[in-house]
């Protein structure tokens, strides 16, 4: 039923009121053993993680009464429908039915679509001699924070090389690396490039390479494959942005973001999916977590946590989008 609402605008505000129909409580005691037996069912229901998709789902689609209320008065989890990277993650679960996967996928790319080509206007605008004030940022960063953002995923660092190139020539040199040892010490050096030394001196390249040189040690005489490859991938995005569900320490992330900003962390990450493709759904994963951890906190409370989001977006649609290069 709510697959078919979804593909139906005018249906799909009847979402929330439906998925809140199994919360509502009886006020009067059962009249029959079936009666008993379906409020079980419902109650059972309500505690699995099929329900939790569900109500995740059904944000999506209530609206504001207020809708002067601002932003960092608002719960995180409001703001999900403008992260399609997070959809699968918190929409979908084990026992979602092709069906379901399908819509879900669809809507991702509907809405990330959208946000590209508002995206793409607003640079094109902004490079215009005399900016138009009709082409609003489609971000929650501010103008400058945006413009650094884009100019830092999109054009040459530090005046060496754009990211992406960065990753292409790392991917060269893990095709012609002969050890696993060597891959580590390569990866260390690619991530910590452009770290602030500042701050990169005092413990996190210390714990970073530490990290890295005690990752899976008795492959290190081997010529690492893409299992190993996308393995450490995935341990560095455990170690940089959160450990997992079970365990959802992330101070080294909150740490970075606070120290280095939103766009040098998120640029660190961003390199690590450049070069290793399919790490982007761990990565997305990653942030989900993280969403899911703090999505009844109001987002002024985790302004850090909104910023990586909003940064990660631009990321993304700028490198591993469909926003054409002619734009920067």
Known sequence: LINCWLQNPQLQKSIPEFVNIFRVKPNNLPSCWTSKRVRTLIRSFTETEKYVALQHLAKMFIRETQENIKIVDRKLEKLIDRYPYLYEHCFLNDESTDEEQQEIKMMRLKKQQKYEINLSKYITYQKLPRKSNSVENPTLMRDEELN???????????????????????????????????????????????????????????????????????????????????GTCQKMLDFLVVESLEQPKHFIFYDLINNLGATIVIGMLLKIVLFCQQAKPYLEQKFSILFNHYQGATTGKVWWLVKSMETLNVAFSTNLGGINRCCF
């Open 148 to 230: 650094q953002a884009v100019k830092y995923f999109t054009t040459k660092v530090h005046g060496r090389q754009t990211i992406r190139n960065q990753a292409q020539q790392f991917k060269t040199y893990c095709d012609l690396t002969c050890s696993y040892r060597n891959f580590k010490d390569g990866l260390y050096e690619y991530l910590t490039d452009t770290i602030d030394p500042g701050y990169s001196k005092r413990q996190f390249n210390r714990k970073l390479y530490h990290k890295l040189q005690n990752t899976w040690s008795d492959n290190n005489t081997q010529k690492p494959n893409d299992s190993l490859i996308l």
